[in-house]
């Protein structure tokens, strides 16, 4: 079956840096819209960046000039560079997967990973 395996959260002071990565199996990697999401208790999973078959990328305003998503196909990982993080990034950051550019782009991937905690700390 299909599993998404995040990894590279932690606790880290504002105006640090993470790298996530998420490890893909049981899918053809390479055909796979690939997204990341992140979700604090008191708020709903939000769309983060996502990074297309093609290698298309899209990122949510929050994202935009501080987060990089990228793919490596022949390791079945795609990752999230988090730069210059600020406390209200903290969240679980989720990994998913999709056939569709729209579904992903849209939370409503077909596969999800089991989330890995970023931190940020004043």
């Known amino acids: 079956q299909v599993q998404l395996v995040e990894s590279g959260g932690g606790l880290v002071q504002a105006g640090g840096s993470l790298r996530l990565s998420c490890a893909a199996s049981?899918?053809?990697?390479?055909?796979?819209?690939m997204g990341w999401f992140r979700q604090d208790p008191e708020k709903e999973r939000a769309f983060v960046a996502a990074?297309?078959?093609?290698?298309?990328?899209y990122y949510a305003d929050s994202a935009k000039g501080r987060f990089t998503i990228s793919r490596d196909n022949a390791k079945n990982t795609v990752y999230l560079q988090m730069n210059s993080l600020k406390p209200e990034d903290t969240a679980v950051y989720y990994c998913?997967?999709?056939?569709?550019?729209?579904?992903?782009?849209?939370?409503?991937?077909?596969?999800w990973g089991q989330g890995t905690q970023v931190t940020v700390s004043e």
């Open positions: 990074i297309g078959s093609g290698s298309r990328i």
């Open positions: 049981g899918l053809t990697f390479g055909s796979y819209v």
């Open positions: 998913a997967a999709d056939f569709s550019w729209v579904d992903v782009t849209t939370t409503r991937p077909d596969y």
